[in-house]
């Protein structure tokens, strides 16, 4: 998995095309789909257990993760 941005613990990874995670201090915390991802039948990223953001594209993937670390460092 590929970091694409970092906010102190805070890190936005690039799983798979259009699939990033975010993670605090190395744990998973949720999950980002862009329009770009194409899910195949047999794994469906859609599937979490945790907070899942669809966003249009990688700039919105950015700016949702900015404002989940903002939220959730109150």
């Known amino acids: 998995m590929t970091v694409r941005h970092r906010a102190g613990r805070w890190t ?3 799983k798979t095309d259009g699939v990033f995670i ?3 201090g190395g ?3 949720a999950k980002i789909l862009t ?3 194409d899910p195949s039948p ?3 990223e859609r599937s ?3 907070t899942l953001i669809e966003v249009p594209d990688v ?3 950015r700016d949702a993760f900015r404002e989940y670390v903002r ?3 109150r």
């Open 22 to 24: 975010v993670k605090k």
């Open 59 to 61: 700039g919105a993937a």
């Open 42 to 44: 047999e794994d469906d």
């Open 27 to 29: 744990q998973y915390e």
């Open 12 to 14: 936005l990874g690039e």
């Open 48 to 50: 979490v257990r945790s």
């Open 71 to 73: 939220t959730e460092s």
């Open 35 to 37: 329009d770009s991802y």
